[in-house]
Nanobody, 125 residues
Framework: VQLQASGGGLVQAGGSLRLSCAAS????????MGWFRQAPGKEREFVAAISWGGFITRYTDSVKGRFTISRDNAQNTVYLQMNSLKPEDAAVYYC???????????????????WGQGTLVTVSS
């Protein structure tokens, strides 16, 4: 499966961006999806995840209340709405797909087998 992330860019602190991740898999709706990010000099970290059915979501503490993950299974796309962006949110954001279908929502990187190419988010202070 191929994942194509888009929507990154430069935004001022306090602004918003919406990231999109389009999947090529026809059975996209059966797989949990996640967003991760990696800032320069730091390890890649979990940001948000959504279950295959879209009913369960998980967020890292630092983005709760500001970011929203959602999915449109008809469009094979997962989204990350990012509001109230902070300079510390700046990173390359990656979308990822679970390695197996219909599992509980996952937050660990090693549970994701398919990765997109990343989209850069820059937040100016």
């Amino acid at each position: 499966v191929q994942l194509q992330a888009s929507g990154g860019g430069l935004v001022q602190a306090g602004g918003s961006l919406r990231l999109s991740c389009a999947a090529s898999r026809r059975t996209f709706g059966n797989y949990g999806m996640g967003w991760f990010r990696q800032a320069p000099g730091k390890e890649r970290e979990f940001v948000a995840a959504i279950s295959w059915g879209g009913f369960i979501t998980r967020y890292t503490d630092s983005v709760k209340g500001r970011f929203t993950i959602s999915r449109d299974n008809a469009q094979n796309t997962v989204y990350l709405q990012m509001n109230s962006l902070k300079p510390e949110d700046a990173a390359v954001y990656y979308c990822a797909a679970d390695w197996a279908p219909k599992r509980p929502v996952q937050t660990a990187m090693h549970e994701y087998h398919y990765w997109g190419q990343g989209t850069l988010v820059t937040v100016s202070s």
